[in-house]
């Protein structure tokens, strides 16, 4: 089996382990229901902003996301619009790599709510701060390159030189998206998770 399918197999179990580890969580209906909403949100804000060159809002609704709800979450709103804004972008081997990166963007930001580095609400300069920080950190050096080895199936890399140059040519793009993702928390982190605040003490689920 060539690296490529290992890798595929390997991104395919990452992707398993954490639906396996929300389903076993026993989520409830308006659980469901809002984790669906926000996909919806995240797929639609992607192919509106489609039109609007280097500047996209999706990532930063993922982190969001993934602050007001928790890291499987997170990871489950990521990679589901992954997947489903996919369907009016493209198919193929490149949906599993995008499905793990931009879940990880949900989850990193889970994480980094549950250590305390963000608060869910009421942010103060210090989480605008870290939150801004951590996006440019995770979309240049994590989520981004992560998705940018999807050019493997479609040119044919095979070899470090040309992985390189591969990694390189998406540097300015992730740049692009990193900038879009500060701009986006700058302006709507206060009002969308404050909603999502009011959503889940209104819900019949009580805390996420």
Not at 41 to 56: G, K, Q, T
Request: hydrophobic letters at 55%; a positive charge.
């Amino acid at each position: 089996m060539s690296v490529s399918g290992l890798v595929m197999i390997l991104l395919a179990i990452i992707i398993a382990l954490f639906y396996l580890s929300f389903e076993r969580s026993h989520p409830k209906a308006a659980e469901l229901v809002l984790v669906a909403q926000l996909c919806a949100l995240c797929i639609c804000s992607r192919a509106i902003f489609s039109f609007v060159p280097y500047f996209n809002p999706v990532m930063a609704l993922i982190m969001l996301s993934g602050v007001a709800l928790g890291a499987k979450k997170g990871f489950l709103i990521g990679s589901l619009t992954a997947f489903g804004s996919n369907f009016i972008f493209g198919q193929g081997p490149w949906t599993l790599y995008q499905m793990v990166s931009w879940g990880l963007s949900g989850a990193i930001f889970g994480w980094l709510c549950l250590i305390g580095a963000i608060r869910r609400q009421d942010w103060r300069v210090k989480d605008y701060f870290f939150a801004c920080f951590f996006a440019v950190v995770s979309v240049i050096f994590v989520t981004g390159p992560l998705a940018d080895l999807s050019g493997v199936f479609m040119f044919g890399v095979n070899d470090v030189k040309s992985l390189f140059v591969l990694l390189s040519g998406g540097f300015l793009l992730n740049l692009a998206l990193a900038a879009s993702s500060v701009v986006t928390i700058l302006l709507v982190s206060h009002s969308f998770l404050f909603a999502l605040g009011r959503t889940v003490k209104k819900s019949v689920y009580g805390s996420i």
